[in-house]
């Protein structure tokens, strides 16, 4: 399953890529990128744990940017 998210208060570019970076590192992801420009988040994984990898992530984003909000 693939599915874009959006970005709130995302301040950094170097910020955008640790997130990718760990989001692709989560178990069952397949591919995953973090636009620092359109603010979105676009996560391709295992359709069975998708719900979870995407608390994951959002986990991941909270511990790189703090102000950081992903809108579900």
């Known amino acids: 399953m693939k599915k874009k998210f ?6 950094c ?3 955008a890529a640790k997130m990718e970076e ?3 590192k989560i178990d069952g992801v397949n ?3 973090v636009s620092f420009m359109t603010q ?3 996560i391709d994984a295992d359709d069975e744990r998708f719900d979870e ?5 959002v986990a991941v984003c909270k ?10």
């Open 40 to 42: 979105k988040m676009m």
């Open 6 to 11: 959006k970005l709130q208060d995302l301040d």
């Open 63 to 72: 511990k790189v940017e703090p102000d950081c909000v992903v809108l579900l």
């Open 13 to 15: 570019a170097n910020c």
């Open 31 to 33: 591919d995953a990128s």
């Open 53 to 57: 990898i995407v608390k994951e992530a």
């Open 22 to 24: 760990a989001i692709k």
